[in-house]
């Protein structure tokens, strides 16, 4: 097949590149640009037929590989379908495995003719099997919805954005339609909007009292409708951080209306009068969550009259809390004080402030009427929303205040996170749209653990590997100890009675890794970091040695074991880093995912870079083992 293409002779490192892909051997142009190097033996740019059969087999033969084939091939040249059944029950743990399965195997991966018609499978058609998508690290059973979604919304961990429309900082960077497109192609399905009074009556979206550009807020919608159920037909919630006046809020609900048509929620359903509806229920449908006064039979009594003009207004009582506070107060300051900063003495006496304070608020009634299921209200305490909150009223809660919350009254915190939807947003001093660890408040329950999307790193690898599960649907239903409300669950305490899991996992080797940034070669000087992310008492970390000069192949073949006590919340994350003793250690690839979404056996673990982007065909070769 090959020996076509060295008709006219020697070939070059670009044809060279393109035979391996026709072959369908996947690797990187750097690495091939090196091996290629290697092996012109002439130092002309060109190679030989059998200087390229070389360079084909450093790259597709990898010593491991061959190692597992060995041991399951008789005559070390072929696995029969029998020893190939024999290695996916005993290693890959296929249980239901039969020559059917076996022959379906050879049919998809054999690519010698002869060997595949005699139910045969060469090392280059067993190669082909272990790096392909079958033997991914993450189960795929969990690619597509499988958990029961007839649950209430409140039994769901949900895929929260904030301040979506921003695409860099919080104080001079640019909104951008990009934030939501982006946004709820991730899969994400409460998205934030920030509305204030525009000109000629058009409300607008961008941070309040700061430089950013602004976006016309029909402009918003009409991408939210044209983009939200792409991903995930479940629904979309609405966020409206709302500083309109009550004529630019008819507008918005004009809006809301007319662009969303039927996929607006707009009533209640007739199933749920007094409770909150599923997902299953809820699919293709965009709720808002704004304030509302009054109750849902009201709003219902209100259907189809007319509204214009009606605005209601009402006293709210703001319990301060004085950490998000001060950091509210550095926030707006921070611009000011760019232009000026003698205003620094004048702005820090600002920041004492009462800790209680009421509020006068204007709501339009056209728009008010438009919440009905996710009612913004103020958190107070947990004392207070056992004796009044009602089912539709949903909590925003800072993280600083959260964080103390979760570490003096976790208990408290997931009793409140099991009948209200919770959401947890960063504290406004994170100017550069940093993030928070969003695993310590998924630990107390909390539905909608708001990010920055738009800010690559660890908390983003978190919430992509976390909503990898339940098909990308952006809806995760609560373990059975964050859904009961009488569950006596606590992250932070001993766990009684509790089916920890045991994981053992031993690292292989890398495949094309990718090289250093700044190397003038294909090499880097390899390791590889195992983190568990979840409760505070299984958060650990272990790392290999270092492989020198080697990114394309390193072998390490080291085992680690893991004891996990609560693996229904728990995140492993494998970072790929460059060692670096003067710089620090420089960031190669990472993949996340949840603990019990793993296959066990021999896994290719996908390297994703910094920004999520697909680093393939680079990834770690391991092998998994678990028993609960």
């Given at each position: 097949m090959i020996r076509d293409d060295f008709r006219g002779g020697k070939i070059d490192l670009g044809k060279t590149f393109q035979l391996l892909e026709k072959l369908n051997i996947q690797c990187n142009y750097i690495h091939v640009k090196y091996i290629f190097k290697d092996n012109d033996r002439l130092k002309q740019g060109r190679i030989t037929i059998e200087e390229f059969r070389s360079i084909y087999r450093i790259i597709a033969h990898r010593e491991e590989v061959i190692e597992i084939f060995n041991t399951y091939s008789e005559n070390r040249k072929f696995l029969f379908e029998q020893n190939l059944m024999e290695f996916l029950k005993q290693e890959q743990y296929i249980f239901n495995i039969n020559k059917i399965t076996a022959s379906e195997v050879i049919r998809k991966?054999?690519?010698?003719?002869?060997?595949?018609?005699?139910?045969?499978?060469?090392?280059?058609?067993?190669?082909?099997?272990?790096?392909?998508?079958?033997?991914?690290?993450?189960?795929?059973?969990?690619?597509?919805?499988?958990?029961?979604?007839?649950?209430?919304?409140?039994?769901?961990?949900?895929?929260?954005?904030?301040?979506t429309y921003l695409i860099s900082d919080q104080l001079v960077g640019p909104s951008d339609i990009w934030g939501y497109v982006s946004a709820l192609m991730k899969g994400c399905r409460c998205l934030e909007i920030d509305c204030w009074d525009g000109s000629q009556n058009e409300p607008v979206v961008y941070h309040g009292y700061t430089l950013t550009s602004k976006l016309l807020f029909k402009t918003v919608i009409q991408a939210i409708h044209k983009y939200a159920f792409i991903t995930s037909d479940y629904p979309v919630v609405l966020s409206l951080e709302n500083h309109c006046s009550p004529p630019q809020q008819e507008v918005m609900a004009y809006n809301l209306q007319l662009i969303l048509g039927d996929t607006l929620l707009s009533d209640t359903l007739d199933d749920f009068p007094d409770k909150l509806p599923s997902p299953e229920v809820l699919k293709f449908k965009i709720l808002v969550r704004n304030k509302k006064i009054g109750t849902l039979a009201e709003t219902r009594e209100r259907k189809n009259s007319d509204k214009h003009g009606q605005v209601q207004e009402y006293e709210e009582y703001e319990e301060t809390d004085l950490d998000e506070e001060e950091d509210k107060v550095k926030s707006e300051t921070l611009v000011i004080l760019k232009d000026n900063p003698g205003k620094d003495t004048q702005s820090r006496s600002r920041i004492t402030l009462p800790l209680f304070r009421k509020r006068k608020v204007k709501v339009a009634l056209a728009l008010c009427d438009l919440v009905i299921y996710t009612k913004a209200e103020k958190f107070r305490s947990f004392h207070y929303s056992r004796l009044y909150q009602q089912f539709n009223e949903t909590n925003s809660?800072?993280?600083?205040?959260?964080?103390?919350?979760?570490?003096?009254?976790?208990?408290?915190?997931?009793?409140?996170?099991?009948?209200?939807?919770?959401r947890i947003y960063p504290r406004?001093?994170?100017?550069?749209?940093?993030n928070f660890n969003p695993q310590e408040f998924w630990n107390v329950g909390c539905q909608m653990v708001a990010l920055n999307f738009q800010t690559p790193g660890l908390p983003m690898d978190l919430q992509n590997g976390k909503f990898l599960d339940n098909g990308s649907s952006g809806y995760i239903l609560k373990p059975r100890f964050l859904r009961d409300i009488e569950t006596k669950f606590n992250p932070n305490g001993v766990l009684e009675n509790n089916n920890p899991v045991t994981l053992m996992i031993k690292l292989i080797s890398g495949i094309q890794l990718p090289p250093s940034n700044p190397s003038s070669s294909n090499k880097a000087d390899t390791l590889v970091i195992i983190e568990i992310f979840g409760v505070p008492n299984d958060q650990v970390k272990q790392q290999?040695?270092?492989?020198?000069?080697?990114?394309?192949?390193?072998?390490?073949?080291?085992?680690?074991?893991?004891?996990?006590?609560?693996?229904?919340?728990?995140?492993?994350?494998f970072v790929v880093e460059n060692q670096s003793i003067i710089s620090g250690n420089e960031f190669l690839g990472q993949y996340t995912l949840p603990v019990l979404c793993m296959s066990k056996g021999y896994r290719r673990v996908p390297l994703f870079s910094k920004v999520g982007q697909s680093l393939e065909p680079a990834s770690l070769f391991i092998y998994v083992w678990y028993v609960r």
């Amino acid at each position: 097949m090959i020996r076509d293409d060295f008709r006219g002779g020697k070939i070059d490192l670009g044809k060279t590149f393109q035979l391996l892909e026709k072959l369908n051997i996947q690797c990187n142009y750097i690495h091939v640009k090196y091996i290629f190097k290697d092996n012109d033996r002439l130092k002309q740019g060109r190679i030989t037929i059998e200087e390229f059969r070389s360079i084909y087999r450093i790259i597709a033969h990898r010593e491991e590989v061959i190692e597992i084939f060995n041991t399951y091939s008789e005559n070390r040249k072929f696995l029969f379908e029998q020893n190939l059944m024999e290695f996916l029950k005993q290693e890959q743990y296929i249980f239901n495995i039969n020559k059917i399965t076996a022959s379906e195997v050879i049919r998809k991966y054999e690519p010698i003719e002869e060997v595949k018609q005699a139910s045969q499978m060469s090392i280059e058609g067993f190669t082909r099997y272990m790096c392909s998508s079958d033997c991914l690290l993450f189960n795929n059973e969990y690619e597509k919805v499988y958990q029961d979604m007839t649950h209430p919304l409140n039994d769901y961990f949900i895929s929260s954005s904030h301040n979506t429309y921003l695409i860099s900082d919080q104080l001079v960077g640019p909104s951008d339609i990009w934030g939501y497109v982006s946004a709820l192609m991730k899969g994400c399905r409460c998205l934030e909007i920030d509305c204030w009074d525009g000109s000629q009556n058009e409300p607008v979206v961008y941070h309040g009292y700061t430089l950013t550009s602004k976006l016309l807020f029909k402009t918003v919608i009409q991408a939210i409708h044209k983009y939200a159920f792409i991903t995930s037909d479940y629904p979309v919630v609405l966020s409206l951080e709302n500083h309109c006046s009550p004529p630019q809020q008819e507008v918005m609900a004009y809006n809301l209306q007319l662009i969303l048509g039927d996929t607006l929620l707009s009533d209640t359903l007739d199933d749920f009068p007094d409770k909150l509806p599923s997902p299953e229920v809820l699919k293709f449908k965009i709720l808002v969550r704004n304030k509302k006064i009054g109750t849902l039979a009201e709003t219902r009594e209100r259907k189809n009259s007319d509204k214009h003009g009606q605005v209601q207004e009402y006293e709210e009582y703001e319990e301060t809390d004085l950490d998000e506070e001060e950091d509210k107060v550095k926030s707006e300051t921070l611009v000011i004080l760019k232009d000026n900063p003698g205003k620094d003495t004048q702005s820090r006496s600002r920041i004492t402030l009462p800790l209680f304070r009421k509020r006068k608020v204007k709501v339009a009634l056209a728009l008010c009427d438009l919440v009905i299921y996710t009612k913004a209200e103020k958190f107070r305490s947990f004392h207070y929303s056992r004796l009044y909150q009602q089912f539709n009223e949903t909590n925003s809660i800072g993280e600083s205040r959260a964080r103390k919350l979760s570490k003096l009254t976790a208990h408290e915190f997931i009793l409140h996170t099991t009948k209200f939807i919770t959401r947890i947003y960063p504290r406004a001093t994170r100017a550069d749209s940093s993030n928070f660890n969003p695993q310590e408040f998924w630990n107390v329950g909390c539905q909608m653990v708001a990010l920055n999307f738009q800010t690559p790193g660890l908390p983003m690898d978190l919430q992509n590997g976390k909503f990898l599960d339940n098909g990308s649907s952006g809806y995760i239903l609560k373990p059975r100890f964050l859904r009961d409300i009488e569950t006596k669950f606590n992250p932070n305490g001993v766990l009684e009675n509790n089916n920890p899991v045991t994981l053992m996992i031993k690292l292989i080797s890398g495949i094309q890794l990718p090289p250093s940034n700044p190397s003038s070669s294909n090499k880097a000087d390899t390791l590889v970091i195992i983190e568990i992310f979840g409760v505070p008492n299984d958060q650990v970390k272990q790392q290999t040695r270092v492989i020198k000069r080697n990114a394309f192949s390193p072998r390490w073949d080291e085992t680690f074991t893991f004891i996990i006590q609560v693996p229904e919340l728990a995140l492993i994350r494998f970072v790929v880093e460059n060692q670096s003793i003067i710089s620090g250690n420089e960031f190669l690839g990472q993949y996340t995912l949840p603990v019990l979404c793993m296959s066990k056996g021999y896994r290719r673990v996908p390297l994703f870079s910094k920004v999520g982007q697909s680093l393939e065909p680079a990834s770690l070769f391991i092998y998994v083992w678990y028993v609960r």
